[in-house]
Each structure stands twice: as C-alpha cells, then as structure tokens.
C-alpha cells in the first residue's frame, strides 16, 4: 500500500483512503479511539465499516482482504 497515501477500492463498493487527521477526520477518529497523524478510513456504499479508522495496515488488514484491494 505504496507509502500509505491514496485510496483504494474493493469488492462490494468498499473504499479505503488514507486521510490525514486534522478537522473532522481527527475528532471522528479520535471519537473512534484512533490517534495520530493519519489513519485509513474504510467505507463501503459510503458508510463507515467497523469502527471506520484504523491506524495501520496491521489494524487494516484485520477486516479487509488486503488482495482483493486495488488504487483508484
């Protein structure tokens, strides 16, 4: 997941972006017990998956296929 920054899509419309945590992504993600600079935030249709930011690609792959994902 080539230095963290991006997004991606996988089956199912899911959606995974590497957000900075600043404004709104921080206070969500913070809400969501995520702290840092940045985080992946995973949605599908829009909506959040599980508790929507994780703050690695260890955390990430414990509920997303990492295989299946592809860059947007």
């Known amino acids: 997941m ?7 899509a996988g089956p ?3 959606r995974v972006t ?3 945590l600043a404004g709104a992504h ?6 969501a017990g995520v702290r840092g600079e940045s985080a992946f935030l995973v949605t599908r249709r829009g909506e959040l998956v599980g ?3 994780y703050p690695s690609v260890e955390d990430l792959a414990e509920i997303v296929d990492l ?3 592809h860059p947007v």
């Open 67 to 69: 295989a299946e994902l």
């Open 2 to 8: 080539e230095g963290d920054r991006g997004s991606w």
């Open 18 to 20: 590497a957000v900075r």
């Open 12 to 14: 199912g419309g899911l």
């Open 26 to 31: 921080r206070v969500l993600a913070e809400y």
């Open 51 to 53: 508790r929507g930011y």
